[in-house]
Nanobody, 124 residues
Framework: QVQLVESGGGLVQAGGSLRLSCAASGRTFSSYAMGWFRQAPGKEREFVAAISRSGVITYYADSVKGRFTISRDNAKNTGYLQMNSLQPEDTAVYYC?????????????????WGQGTQVTVSS
């Protein structure tokens, strides 16, 4: 089992950057694939990015490709989402998720563990 805690959200102007962190408990973090999702008010939770257990394989939603970078440091039990060139449409609660799997998962139902979320607000 793993517990996830996100941090790094906040208010930023359009064009700015934020880096989200996802701290995981437990000693087997490297056996979990990770993902980032977001949910805006009145909308469904949507896929943002995912990374394999080793960090070698990554996937991105088309809406963030080229602007966001997912990474992880297994020695620190932490995952990251670097967000650059933020736009108002990126405003949402961002969640990290984990699943003990060799695969990279892009749907919310494929994850077993979720953080509590961190708010990202981008002003125009």
């Amino acid at each position: 089992q793993v517990q996830l805690v996100e941090s790094g959200g906040g208010l930023v102007q359009a064009g700015g950057s934020l880096r989200l962190s996802c701290a995981a408990s437990g000693r087997t973090f490297s056996s979990y694939a990770m993902g980032w999702f977001r949910q805006a008010p009145g909308k469904e939770r949507e896929f943002v990015a995912a990374i394999s257990r080793s960090g070698v394989i990554t996937y991105y939603a088309d809406s963030v490709k080229g602007r966001f970078t997912i990474s992880r440091d297994n020695a620190k039990n932490t995952g990251y989402l670097q967000m650059n060139s933020l736009q108002p449409e990126d405003t949402a609660v961002y969640y990290c998720a984990a699943v003990q799997s060799p695969l990279v998962v892009r749907i919310p139902g494929g994850y077993d563990y979720w953080g509590q979320g961190t708010q990202v607000t981008v002003s125009s």
